[in-house]
């Protein structure tokens, strides 16, 4: 079983930066696929950017491509997301996930665990 915390989130400006890190318990961390999903108000959640256990291979929606970067590290288990130029958009409800594949899905269905969330806003 793994758990996940989200920390990082806040208020910034358009074109600001945010750094969110997920922290992870278990051993097993590296057998996981992490992601990112988001949730705004009245919207579904939706997948962000995904890390494959080791961190060989990574996926990102379009949206933030080119802006956001997850990275991994296994050893001290925890998954970042530096997200830049950020735009009102990304405000959301951040939600850190995992399954135990290495293929990065972006169906939310796939992942068992869930972190807690953490509020991004981004003001115009």
């Known amino acids: 079983q793994v758990q996940l915390v989200e920390s990082g989130g806040g208020l910034v400006q358009a074109g600001d930066s945010l750094r969110l890190s997920c922290a992870a318990s278990?051993?097993?961390?590296?057998?996981?696929?992490i992601s990112w999903f988001r949730q705004a108000p009245g919207k579904e959640r939706d997948f962000v950017v995904g890390?494959?256990?080791?961190?060989?291979?990574?996926r990102y929606s379009d949206s933030v491509k080119g802006r956001f970067t997850i990275s991994r590290d296994n050893a001290k288990n925890t998954v970042t997301l530096q997200m830049n130029s950020l735009k009102p958009e990304d405000t959301a409800v951040y939600y850190c996930?995992?399954?135990?594949?290495?293929?990065?899905?972006?169906?939310?269905?796939?992942?068992?665990?869930w972190g807690q969330g953490t509020q991004v806003t981004i003001s115009s």
């Open positions: 278990g051993r097993t961390f590296s057998y996981y696929t």
């Open positions: 996930a995992a399954y135990s594949s290495s293929f990065v899905s972006t169906s939310r269905e796939r992942y068992d665990y």
């Open positions: 890390i494959s256990p080791r961190g060989g291979s990574s």
